[in-house]
């Protein structure tokens, strides 16, 4: 493991106020097939990913009066997509971890609105995933970065809360009919790790170094 620290490497802030958001589930149950988000980033320079962060809520949608519910999550599938060349939507699964729930840090941000019968008030969260196995990503590619959550019953769903900063869209899928749809609006998520030197910042490197140690060399070869 690189001792350099880690530092965000690309960041899509959450869109507040707090009633002023939007959200899309990326969930399953046991007893329901649910709906898997993505959204899409792409980086100016290679990197090593070490950790996510995304922003969510918990939403009992069959009894209103239950809001605001707690985390209905036992595990988090963190997985990274190719971009289709042709479509532009997530295709090929680049790298996949499976994380307990309690492996995966949550903090309360705010309290927000759900606009339903009820106006039901929920507990907007944040989230941290520090990967087990970090995952290299090269500069200029597309990527397409989900966090989904297992869950033993699909209500209370998990929803992926809303960003104003991206290209204006993410994509779902029904885990019903497994049908890809694009969505408005981006998710609010960051992504951390190290910067990977280009092959052409290595090269200027070594020299550097090497002008160094001849100039060493000389320095003792003179005394």
């Known amino acids: ?32 097939p649910g709906y898997h988000t993505f959204d899409s980033f792409e980086l100016l320079q290679p990197a090593t990913i070490t950790s996510f962060n995304w922003q969510g809520l918990y939403y009992d949608f069959e009894n209103l009066t239950n809001n605001p519910v707690g ?11 190719a971009s289709d060349p042709i479509t532009g939507l997530p295709s ?13 840090s949550v903090q309360f941000v705010a309290d927000a ?11 907007i969260l944040q989230f941290h995933a520090d990967l087990v196995n970090p995952f290299q990503v090269d500069a200029g590619v597309g990527y397409w970065f989900s966090p989904f959550s297992l869950q033993p019953t699909a209500n209370p769903l998990f929803g992926w809360t809303s960003s104003l900063i991206g290209d204006g869209t993410s994509v779902q899928r029904d885990l019903t009919t ?21 092959p052409a910042s290595l090269s200027l490197l070594a020299v550097v170094l090497a002008g160094m140690g001849l100039r060493r060399w000389r320095r003792q070869a003179n005394s």
């Open 178 to 198: 497994g049908v890809l749809s694009v969505q408005a609006g981006d998710r609010a998520f960051c992504v951390e790790g190290t910067a990977v030197p280009e």
């Open 113 to 123: 609105f759900i606009v339903d019968a009820n106006n039901s008030r929920v507990h």
């Open 71 to 81: 985390p209905n999550t036992t595990s988090w599938q963190i997985g990274l997509f």
């Open 1 to 32: 493991v690189s001792d350099v620290q880690a530092a965000v490497i690309y960041n899509q802030p959450a869109a507040y106020s707090p009633n002023n958001f939007t959200y899309l589930t990326s969930a399953t149950g046991q007893d329901a």
């Open 92 to 104: 090929t699964q680049l790298f996949a971890e499976t994380l307990p729930a309690i492996n995966v």
